[in-house]
């Protein structure tokens, strides 16, 4: 053997051989992109007040954004956001889609279900492609016998007809992560959120339902109802374990998943993993952030403004990152590997996957 084509063999050997994590730090599939390569639809924001930056930073990104009303209860009362909403899609219709929403509150009345479909049906002629339900069901909303309303009660069952009949999907955010049921932990992506609302974490509510309880009840909805197209937020709130989603998406073909707010779960599973589940399920995953604000701008210094985009832009970026190239990247305290997802799964995961859920092509 020639001493030249020796030594190029032993060199495509010890290229092939190295670790992943050794190898180009950048990997850019079928060619090169960047952050406005890929069309894009945020599915999950709460942009509750407009943005004079908006316009310019989702055309940087080729993005559009669904903005998701929430039916808040507490101790004051129900508030929501959907009339903020309405006027900000109206006044940027190229960048806003609408997410309608209700809640269990007063489900003891026997004009319940006929009041929330005479609701949703008004919010669906304003422009609502999809319906939220929150994790006010299961954890937080009780019946007039004190119980906590499941999304599986069959009072509701009238509401997803409806919605069947319209063609209505439902985005569901039902339950919360699973280390909610558990102590604060800090090296936890959860951290922060349950530090800062406690209300939510579980594990100092013994009487909220378990964990187990409310996903089965969701599981059981989604069952009961094969013909309506139902969204589950936050990864069916079994981000911790891809391998749980999984097994619901192969037992559920009227489910699909998006992402907001738990890259950082992904992050702390095996990057191989997570590839092959966003690879094998590409076709029912959905990119979402829950990005958003509540202030309104005219409440902001200009610096502000200036530091609120560039944060923006760069939260944007990390989840690019992540999705896109095999670079070492963090999330939420989360040290991991970019999934370096092929364009085909990126266009889907991105925008295509939406698109044909709520028909916008």
């Known amino acids: 053997m020639k001493k030249s ?36 639809i945020d599915v999950h924001s709460h942009y509750h007040y407009s943005r004079a930056y908006l316009p310019e930073l989702f055309k940087k990104w080729n993005m559009q954004s669904v903005l998701v009303d929430v039916f808040h209860e507490d101790s004051v009362g129900v508030t929501r956001s959907w009339d903020s909403y309405v006027a900000l899609a109206k006044a940027e219709p190229e960048l806003f889609y609408l997410c309608s929403a209700f809640i269990g509150t007063g489900i ?21 492609r999809m319906v939220k339900v929150w994790k006010n ?17 069959p009072r509701l069952q009238p509401i997803w007809d409806f919605l069947r009949s319209k063609d209505i999907p439902v ?49 059981h909805w989604i069952e009961k109802n094969p013909d309506l197209k139902i969204l589950c937020a936050h990864l069916g709130s079994m ?7 999984a097994e619901r998406l192969d037992k559920y073909p009227n489910m699909y998943v998006e ?60 989840l690019w990152k992540y999705l896109s190239s095999t670079d070492s ?4 305290g989360q040290k991991t590997r970019g999934l370096g997802l092929g364009k085909e799964v990126l266009e889907k995961v991105y925008y295509n996957n939406l698109a044909d859920f709520l028909k916008l092509k």
């Open 329 to 332: 990247v963090e999330v939420r």
């Open 171 to 219: 985005m569901a955010h039902i339950g919360e992560p699973e280390q909610a049921w558990r102590p604060l932990d800090p090296h936890s992506p959860h951290y922060g959120y349950y530090k800062n609302n406690p209300q939510y974490h579980a594990y100092n509510f013994p009487e909220i339902p378990s964990y187990k309880t409310i996903i089965d009840a969701r599981d």
């Open 5 to 40: 084509l020796f030594f190029m063999i032993i060199s495509i050997v010890l290229v092939t051989c190295k670790p992943r994590a050794e190898q180009a730090s950048s990997i850019q599939p079928d060619g090169a992109m960047n952050e406005g390569t890929i069309k894009k």
């Open 259 to 318: 992402t907001a707010a738990r890259f950082g779960d992904l992050a702390r599973q095996d990057s191989d993993k997570v590839k092959t589940f966003f690879d094998r399920y590409q076709n029912r995953i959905m990119f979402g952030t829950d990005f958003g604000n509540d202030v309104s701008q005219d409440q902001l210094t200009v610096a502000e403004l200036d530091k609120e985009r560039a944060d923006l832009d760069a939260d944007y970026l990390l």
């Open 137 to 153: 069901f299961g954890m937080v909303t009780k019946d007039d016998s004190g119980h906590y309303i499941q999304i599986d009660d």
């Open 239 to 245: 981000s911790h374990n891809v391998d749980m989603v």
């Open 108 to 128: 003891d009345a026997p004009d319940y279900a006929e009041k929330t479909i005479k609701q949703l049906d008004k919010e669906i002629s304003q422009g609502a």
